[in-house]
């Protein structure tokens, strides 16, 4: 059964690194063709896919986040790392995390998601 | 960026009904598209992938279809849990997208 919960903080100041953490059980890094991604939804509106990693260390980003996004991974931890640089007001939004395949592309187990807000 | 618009942005509708959403892709994704049901304050549960593929556990009520660059999600007779929002994501490029969303409301 796979699992995941996101952890980190629900308040940062503009200007801060938001950074959170993906824990996850039922699948390993050490598995082929796993993947984390990290999806987020400001209040009230729709979903907006952010970044992935694969089990091979393989990156990909939103090209408008792009640089102020980092992903990495903890294959001995089973956690996946997030860090969005230069937090800003439109950032508030609930953050998840959620399983896919590589040659997928589907995300078909989420995390609860956590609630940030962007606030000074 | 390959861009998603899904139509309507929102419908109401009552039990019983058939449902059909529309997903437009920017260009070709070829079958790289799933759908995605958000009920209010839960998580998204993946209905749909690649296409027409039913995830397990999902009623048969729900179906995909495609050409080209325009998916459709089908609901055969619509439930009171149906009521909720729906998301189409692409997965052919390596940045993924989802649409803005359609929303299904009781009549």
């Known amino acids: 059964q796979i699992t995941l919960k996101e952890s980190g903080p629900t308040l940062v100041k503009p200007t801060q690194t938001l950074t959170l953490t993906c824990s996850f059980s039922?699948?390993?890094?050490?598995?082929?063709?796993?993947?984390v991604a990290w999806i987020r939804q400001p209040p009230g509106k729709a979903l907006e896919w952010l970044s992935l990693?694969?089990?091979?260390?393989?990156?990909r980003y939103s090209p408008s986040l792009k640089n102020r996004l980092t992903i990495t991974k903890d294959t001995s931890k089973n956690q996946v790392v997030l860090k969005m640089a230069n937090m800003d007001h439109v950032d508030t939004a609930t953050y998840y995390c959620?399983?896919?395949?590589?040659?997928?592309?589907?995300?078909?187990?989420w995390g609860q998601g956590i609630p940030v807000s962007v606030s000074s | 960026d390959i861009q998603m618009t899904q139509s309507p942005s929102s419908l109401s509708a009552s039990v019983g009904d058939r449902v059909t959403i529309t997903c437009r892709a920017s260009q070709s994704i070829s079958s790289h598209l799933n759908w995605y049901q958000q009920q209010p304050g839960k998580v998204p549960k993946l209905l749909i992938y690649?296409?027409?593929r039913l995830q397990s556990g999902v009623p048969s009520r729900f179906s995909g279809s495609e050409s080209g660059t325009v998916f459709t999600l089908t609901i055969s007779s619509l439930q009171p849990e149906d009521f909720a929002t729906y998301y189409c994501q692409q997965s052919y490029s390596s940045a993924f997208t989802f649409g803005q969303g359609t929303r299904v409301d009781i009549k």
């Open positions: 959620a399983h896919s395949l590589s040659l997928a592309g589907f995300f078909d187990y």
């Open positions: 990693i694969y089990w091979d260390d393989e990156k």
């Open positions: 690649a296409g027409t």
């Open positions: 039922g699948f390993s890094f050490s598995t082929s063709g796993a993947g």
